[in-house]
């Protein structure tokens, strides 16, 4: 089959292009811009089509010839996610119809239940994108799953953290309601496995795994599972879900435009209620995964830094999409810029070690405290904050989240070239350049360009001036260090 992946640059569509290569299926992936795929290890085994789900315009190229088109695209933490989201499936249903495809695969949520008049918004979006394609005219299947379970997923970042983090807890009343967790190898299995429905088929199927526990037995099992005492936890009746957002956003990586969705879903119950599925995509031999082989794997791929995607790794149509410009006079007006150049004495390659490590558990190499507290500050403004970490402690590809970075641009062994996506008033990037200095050593160029966004950006970029050479002095001298301590290899 030609199969089409829209959200080939996010958590679920970043795991299935791969699968589907691997069962044989040509795959093309549909992005807004080409580059956000061309790191990741399967890029030069698909094919690049761009384009964007609210252009229209931009998409009968990409569904030319498509068999198969996933849907896998949602604006979960962005403004106005519903009317996003209600538009994107409206033009993918019609350039599927318009270009014959013969099958639409939609992963959504849990249906709200009938006898609650308001569902979450979240909830109800995804019921809705899941009524538009059923309405296409293209066969369509529906998957509603709820909590995910798999390294990186965000809904396993934020039952890992939680309970690690926390050994007491209050908590809401909704940690008592019952839930079907699905591990994500499972999801993807009945994924690749809707490739051969019969044309018949146009409808939803519940998918879930083969246990229904409350979030709070979750904790409870993902703490044995991880090998922590366990855990003490009093559900009481005032804590909202906004004020249980702003709650999971200050504990875990998860911010809080993305944890609010999540946890007013998780205050309605989601249990499955057919297995209907498993009649055209059968249960592998040994059944479906359990809640805890999952929550085991998922930790291992954590622990050996082999996690494949991560929420974070997909940017929203709302991020600027503009390179870092060369050229001050691009952005009609002052661009500022603070700029360090180092001569190290390290070769090149111990130099990008360093460089390629940044973030994460590493840390920026000055001030801990002053990243730490500006990573605070993002998050009390509703920003993501440094928690999302990275996908992998070594090696960085262009497209994915880097705490409150997102890398936009790397060239091994020479640039790195990071975009700020905490909240500010005016744009952002922070670059890294190793050059080669001649007799084994090298040199280290590191600049820092704002453009700010009127008055605000101006005085702004003047109250952080007077610390630059504490945070950016002091990151370019301790990364030369680095590298001439650990030397070549």
Known sequence: MRCLVTGATGYIGGRLAPRLLADGHTVRCLARKAGKLRDVPWASRAEIAEGDLRRPDTLPAAFEGVDVAYYLVHSLGQRSFEAADREAA????????????????????????????????????????????????????????????????????????????????????????????????????????CVDLPPEVNRGFDIGGPEVLTFQQMMQRYARVAGLRRRVILPVRPLTPALS????????????????????????????????????????????????ESVALALAK?????????????????????????????????????????????????LWRVVEGVGGEHGWYSFPLAWSVRGWLDRLIGGVGLRRGRRDPHRLQVGEALDFWRVEEIVPGELLRLRAEMRLPGRAWLEMRVEPAGDGRSRYVQRAVFLPHGLPGHLYWASVTPFHAVIFGGMARNIARGAERTGPR
């Open 302 to 350: 954590v622990r050996d830094g082999q996690v494949e995607t991560r929420w974070s790794t997909a940017s929203g149509p709302d991020a600027p999409a503009e390179p870092l410009p060369s050229d001050p006079q691009w952005s009609g007006g002052t661009a500022y810029s603070d700029v360090r150049d180092r001569a190290v004495d390290a070769p090149t390659a111990a």
């Open 245 to 292: 957002s702003y709650w999971v956003g200050w504990v875990t990586p998860v911010p809080n435009s993305i944890a609010r969705p999540l946890v007013e879903s998780l205050v309605h119950e989601a249990v499955a209620g057919e297995h209907d599925i498993a009649r055209y995509v059968p249960d592998p031999p040994g059944g479906l995964t359990g809640f805890d």
């Open 90 to 193: 409206v033009n993918f249903a019609a350039a599927a119809r318009a270009a014959g495809v013969r099958r639409i695969v939609y992963l959504g949520g849990p249906e709200p239940a009938a006898d609650r008049k308001v569902p979450s918004p979240h909830l109800r979006s995804r019921a809705e994108v899941g009524r538009i394609l059923l309405d296409s005219g293209v066969p369509t299947a529906v998957l509603r799953a709820a909590v995910i379970i798999g390294s990186g997923s965000a809904s396993f970042e934020m039952l890992r953290h939680l309970t690690e983090r926390l050994p007491g807890m209050v908590t809401p009343r909704w940690v008592r309601n019952r839930i079907q967790p699905i591990a994500v190898r499972d999801v993807l299995r009945y994924l690749v496995g």
